[in-house]
T-cell receptor, first 110, second 113 residues
């Protein structure tokens, strides 16, 4: 199946830990994104990569670091997790008018 | 910053009714997105449109660039249409990207059988 996949689907961790969320797309899209959806269901863009290059970097704490080893992957690493980082993180990819989202990763920081 | 306002916030309809969800934005844009978020959490892009009207099945999206307004219509609504519908536009400093998006707060649609 052609899709955007994310792992893990759920992530529960303690404050202060470091964690990663992985994203892969097999659609051949050039551009990938990370979006955050907070507890009020409000979506906000965090990062965008085009052909492995960072093109959008919103006002996100530098504890968040995206890494794109190749066009098909955009991983999100988070250092020193805080309670406020609890949210659903969506990866997405685009090509022309097509924008596809991954299933989301629900991160809970205790 | 491009402000995006959606109305209504919540909408309850009976199966078969015609649904309209509205979106207004404050700054001129190149394209507007309508997204659907299912109760299970998955997000689907329904439309990206820059002018006129697009139709996909029972869904119709229209945009009036001059009035900075878009509508999403659902004809013959069905309980499976129950979801959150989100309007999104490129941020003011998007640098031409159609995907550095500013999102509306969403409209929760519930269609009862």
């Amino acid at each position: 199946d052609t899709a955007v996949s994310q792992t893990p689907k759920y992530l529960v961790t303690q404050m202060g830990n470091d964690k990663s969320i992985k994203c892969e797309q097999n659609l051949g899209h050039d551009t990938m994104y990370w979006y955050k959806q907070d507890s009020k269901k409000f979506l906000k863009i965090m990062f965008s990569y085009n052909n492995k290059e960072l093109i959008i970097n919103e006002t996100v704490p530098n504890r968040f670091s995206p890494k794109s080893p190749d066009k098909a992957h955009l991983n999100l690493h988070i250092n020193s997790l805080e309670l406020g980082d609890s949210a659903v993180y969506f990866c997405a990819s685009s090509h022309g008018p097509k924008l596809l989202f991954g299933p989301g990763t629900r991160l809970t920081v205790l | 910053k491009n402000e995006v306002e959606q109305s209504p916030q919540n909408l309850t309809a009976q199966e078969g009714e015609f649904i309209t969800i509205n979106c207004s934005y404050s700054v001129g844009i190149s394209a507007l997105h309508w997204l659907q978020q299912h109760p299970g959490g998955g997000i689907v892009s329904l439309f990206m449109l820059s002018s006129g009207k697009k139709k996909h099945g029972r869904l119709i999206a229209t945009i009036n660039i001059q009035e900075k307004h878009s509508s999403l219509h659902i004809t013959a609504s069905h309980p499976r249409d129950s979801a959150v519908y989100i309007c999104a536009v490129p941020a003011r400093n998007s640098g031409g990207s159609n995907y550095k998006l500013t999102f509306g707060k969403g409209t929760l649609l519930t269609v009862n059988p």
